[in-house]
């Protein structure tokens, strides 16, 4: 495992060690992807012909980062992204605009309520206060991971977040 990604995946999920928690964010953390990419859907640029949505491009960046620090979570993540992506395209397209915008708002605060229950939950503050950027990059890919913890897979890389964040809280 690299070292950008474990400390990546330590540091967000020195924030998320309740399961409900987790399980908030599950449910929480694709409806805010929904939220944004809504509105995504609508900006495009042309390439060769075929128009190419900001939404779509935002899929693949984020899909190839992700490949980068782990194939089996980007794949994953590819997976149910691509279900929110298809959501999105076919709310932006056979909805009136003005439907569209709520339900791109529902989707982003409601999201956001549920990450906070899940917060309050677990006593701890959002990655989000410490690191706006950085947790809005790894959120998505961190429900892979938390989808697999809930799996039984991958535990080697649960074993080495845990090992590190266990060795910052001890600095």
Known sequence: ???KWLDMLAGYGSHHQNTT?????IIGVPFIMLGVLIPLTW?????MGWN??????????LGTFYF???????????????????GAN???????????????????????IFQFIGHGIEG?????????VQSQVAAPLFIVVELFKLMGVKEDMFDAMQARIQEWEQA
């Open 1 to 3: 495992m690299n070292k």
């Open 68 to 86: 980068s620090l782990d194939k089996a979570c980007a794949v994953l993540f590819l997976v149910y992204a691509g279900v929110v992506l298809y």
């Open 21 to 25: 928690n987790a399980i908030m964010h």
């Open 52 to 61: 190419v949505s900001v939404a779509l491009l935002v899929y693949i960046a």
């Open 90 to 112: 076919f709310i932006s397209a056979d909805f009136p605009s003005s439907q569209a915008w709520m339900i791109s708002g529902a989707s982003f605060f409601g999201g956001y």
């Open 124 to 132: 701890k503050a959002p990655a989000l206060m410490k690191h706006p």
């Open 43 to 47: 900006l495009g640029i042309d390439v």
